[in-house]
């Protein structure tokens, strides 16, 4: 025991060190959307319900392809595990040709913005101004990708502080931007979240320009070029990247599965008036900041599992999901108890109608139950990413998301005729069935690893 905890504790020490970087970014890059949502809720509370409309469906466009980039990432952490140093610059330089592609798929998709509002029956009201703040969001899709493609590089070898230290800049940006776009100060025309979704567009492209600047710095660099192959790149790279393209294609689905139940959860919201569809964007921004959080330290538990599967250690594939679980229960915990004893205070944030305040306070156990609940399988999910295992957690997820949840939501919001209060419960329902079938799934391989003979 005594050695299984001092095991324990290297690999804690371990995946705290990348996710303390991973999760300031993450956390840094979920206080972009707050601010908008704060600055814009503030504003006006129509104005919010159109920019939280608009970004249900847009979090499904980006996070889709990056889905689909996460292979990069994961064999990338694989080959730096193996000391196959040279390989990690090479899988960089597919990712930069794939999501070049992906840019131009996902964009040209997301100008049809109105169409997809429209087809999942929301109002003219929403249609028009819901699209008219999506169509500026989707514009920022080709600089999301060219940042993530080289953060989930530099991440792979160990450099996550670049990722972190220019989210940060980029919210700085965002803060001194956003309102002036929102309000119309000195000159600018008053766009209201119009406004804020071109702020969020500038920020974008500063951030891409800020990551590309630094891995050209490293290629300028002789010793760093030749260590991380970054100027190996060939004709054959869409065969070459197969296997990477294989891991990304599952973790999309699981993507789609995951961001599209919330897409339909907030359409459920929507079709409850506008009201009710402000107060759920509030809601799901509080729990979107917890959820990155907890999906940033599930991320680094990912990159150490990648590691030791490279090298073929699975004693050290089994230490990391432990010690993933010790540092998110940890931080979940400690979270909620702040929410639960701050809610003036942090909801408050987001609004100044009392009405919206009030009725969340109403509804705050389920959303904490939610939270925790949802947080939980995060960490095993990241694990078996780790792996590179995409198929069965895949099918999982969209059983656990797209069946799950969004029947549960349904079930308890219309049919039990509980309203909001019952998205939230039908919220973790999804996440309760994603814990236990990729729990089952983990605990396979690990015996199965063993059967084997990895050590």
């Known amino acids: 025991m005594q050695e299984y905890l001092r095991q324990l504790k290297i690999y804690i020490k371990d995946i705290a060190k990348l996710a303390l970087p991973i999760t300031t970014a993450f956390v840094a890059m979920g206080l972009m959307g707050i601010i908008d949502t704060m600055i814009v809720g503030n504003y006006n509370t129509d104005q919010l319900a159109y920019i939280g409309l608009a970004n249900s469906i847009f979090v499904v466009l980006f996070t ?8 990069v990432l994961i064999k990338s952490s694989q080959k730096f595990g193996a000391h196959k140093f040279q390989s990690t610059g090479k899988i960089y330089n597919e990712g930069r040709k794939y999501s070049f592609i992906l840019a131009i798929v996902f964009t040209l998709l997301g100008i049809q913005g109105e169409t997809i509002l429209r087809l999942l029956g929301q109002d003219d009201d929403m249609v028009k101004h819901g699209g008219e703040v999506l169509r500026v969001f989707v514009f920022s899709i080709p600089f999301i990708l060219m940042y993530v493609n080289a953060n989930f590089f530099l991440q792979s070898i160990r450099r996550p502080y670049v990722g972190m230290y220019g989210i940060i800049a980029a919210n700085i940006l965002n803060i001194i931007v956003n309102p002036v776009l929102v309000y119309g100060k000195f000159g600018f025309p008053e766009l209201g979240a119009v406004g804020s979704a071109t702020s969020t567009l500038i920020v974008r492209i500063f951030l891409a320009v800020y990551i590309l600047a630094y891995i050209r710095r490293m290629k300028k660099n002789p010793k760093l070029n030749k260590r991380f192959g970054l100027d190996r790149s060939y004709s054959t790279w869409w065969n070459d990247s197969r296997r990477t393209r294989k891991i990304g294609y599952g973790i999309a689905i699981m993507t789609i599965a995951t961001n599209g139940s919330f897409s339909i959860v907030s359409t459920f919201a929507g079709w409850m008036g506008q009201h009710t569809m402000a107060t759920f964007v509030i809601m799901i921004n509080v729990s979107t900041l917890l959820f990155m959080i907890c999906f940033s330290i599930s991320q680094a538990t990912s ?29 979940i915990i400690t979270l909620i108890t702040i929410l639960y004893s701050y809610p003036d205070q942090v909801f408050g944030i987001f609004t100044n109608d009392p009405s919206v305040i009030s009725v969340i306070k109403g509804l705050l156990f389920f959303v904490l139950a939610d939270l925790f609940i949802d947080a939980l399988p995060l960490n095993i999910n990241g694990a078996l990413n780790g792996r590179g295992d995409v198929k069965i957690p895949t099918l999982n997820q969209v059983i656990s998301f797209l069946g799950v949840r969004v029947s549960a939501c349904y079930f308890f919001a219309f049919t039990l005729d509980m309203g909001l209060k019952g998205l939230p419960i039908g919220l973790a329902c999804g996440g309760l069935s994603s814990l236990i079938l990729n729990t089952l799934r983990f605990g396979y391989l690990a015996h199965r690893d063993k059967k084997e003979g990895l050590h």
């Open 64 to 71: 889709i392809p990056i889905g689909l980039l996460q292979g």
């Open 303 to 331: 990159i150490v599992v990648a590691n030791a599967y490279g090298r073929g250690d699975r004693k050290g594939i089994l230490m990391a999901t432990n010690a993933g679980y010790v540092i998110s229960l940890t931080t």
